[in-house]
């Protein structure tokens, strides 16, 4: 015959069991350190950062320690306290947090161990990860504007109505077009280009189809007008050396 007198207690204890279990969770509550302003890697901090604590359901107020004493006591969400490295010996510091809910309970978070380090350390450290990349794009912008000039073989080097990838550009001083370099420098505006015809330098964007036409329609027109110029200097000389025959 089913007994539930038998029954009663294992359910009483398996009730008053349930919250101690959820109470258990909490103590994997995690302690987050956020950087504010300045360095931090591998484990060592300098500058200005903010402990702070995930709300819980119930809970009422924060304690925060440092090596064992305490930094300060938050009784509103969102639980957090900043500080600065500055106020606090270098070397190793230990940080928890203690937080106390509604039912009187606590719950602890993990130790949470960095080293607060001088500004000379902070900014030898981000040089020895940054040196490298600066290094790189030092010299990519260095080959971006050199390498053009050594390979840039003037008016020769420019093929009418051929641009390339980076596309055609139409020089500002002298109104000519010409094919942007693929790696010159990008200076958001445009890039940094030679002109071929004038040799001047100048931030260019590129150009479209109908400027370009337009660009190229100058070109050609300067084109004959030197030929003709050519041809003008050409029958001069003649002249003179004719005329050079009846002097004595």
Not at 39 to 63: K, N, W
Request: net charge negative.
């Amino acid at each position: 015959m089913f007994d539930l007198r038998r029954y009663v207690p294992l359910a009483l204890a398996l009730a008053l069991q349930t919250p101690l279990r959820a109470a258990g969770q909490d103590e994997s509550w995690d302690l987050g350190l956020n950087r504010d302003f300045g360095y931090a890697g591998g484990g060592d901090i300098q500058g200005r950062f903010t402990l702070e604590i995930d709300v819980v359901e119930g809970l009422t107020q924060v304690v925060f320690f440092m090596d064992g004493a305490v930094m300060a006591t938050d009784r509103d969400a969102p639980f957090e306290v900043p500080f600065s490295t500055g106020d606090y010996p270098l070397g190793p510091h230990t940080f928890t947090a203690v937080g106390t809910l509604a039912g009187g309970g606590e719950i602890r978070s993990p130790e949470r161990q960095v080293d607060f380090v001088s500004a000379d350390e902070s900014w030898k450290a981000a040089l020895r990860i940054a040196g490298p990349v600066l290094v790189v794009v030092l010299v990519a912008t260095a080959l971006g504007i050199v390498g053009p000039m050594l390979l840039d073989r003037g008016k020769k080097g420019f093929r009418r109505g051929v641009y390339g990838g980076a596309g055609g550009a139409v020089c500002p001083r002298c109104g000519l077009p010409f094919s942007r370099h693929l790696f010159g420098p990008n200076l958001l505006l445009g890039k940094l280009e030679r002109c071929p015809h004038c040799g001047r330098w100048s931030v260019v964007r590129q150009a479209n189809r109908a400027e370009l036409e337009m660009a190229e329609a100058r070109l050609d027109a300067d084109a004959q007008k030197g030929a003709i110029d050519v041809d003008d200097e050409a029958e001069r000389l003649r002249q003179e050396i004719d005329d050079s025959r009846f002097e004595s």
